[in-house]
């Protein structure tokens, strides 16, 4: 990716301002090869977006867009809602409700495996919990 004293220059002579090695076309700022390219990178990272969404809602029953789990990471700070790390070396997840299908907030794989393992059940955390305070003592 070119700099901007680099777009800037290419400009004045007419090259692509992204590969700066190609003429751009009439009336675009890059060349035909660059404009494609990003053409197939924005449409493979839509595509990519609506198959997690439909995922969900095969998987869930309910239909969210990945906006939503965007914006609820980005009023998280972009980090796990139960660690406060990014993302504690695994994947981020949409953390939802087993029975109403709720989301609750993005978590790392890790720690909503680790909720799913009690079954989403309060009365089994706080057991937990209680073993871990009986043993720290």
């Keep these: ?5 680099q777009r800037a220059r290419y400009a004045v002579c007419g090259l692509c301002d992204r590969c700066g090695s ?5 009336e675009h700022t890059r060349c035909s090869k660059c404009r494609e390219d990003q053409r197939i990178q924005n449409k493979t990272e839509y595509h990519k977006d609506r198959l997690r969404e439909a995922h969900w809602k095969h998987r869930t ?3 969210f867009r990945m906006e939503y789990f965007q914006e609820t990471l980005d009023v998280q700070g972009g980090v796990c809602l139960y660690s406060g790390v990014g993302s504690c070396g695994d994947h981020l997840c949409l953390e939802h409700d087993h029975q109403t299908g709720r989301p609750r ?3 790392c794989g890790r720690h909503n495996r680790a909720l799913s393992a009690f079954g989403d059940n309060v009365a089994g955390l706080e057991r937990a919990l209680d073993i871990l305070r009986r043993a720290s003592a």
């Design 1 to 5: 990716m070119a700099t901007k004293a």
């Design 22 to 26: 190609r003429p751009r076309e009439a």
């Design 61 to 63: 029953g309910i239909a």
């Design 105 to 107: 907030g993005v978590v």
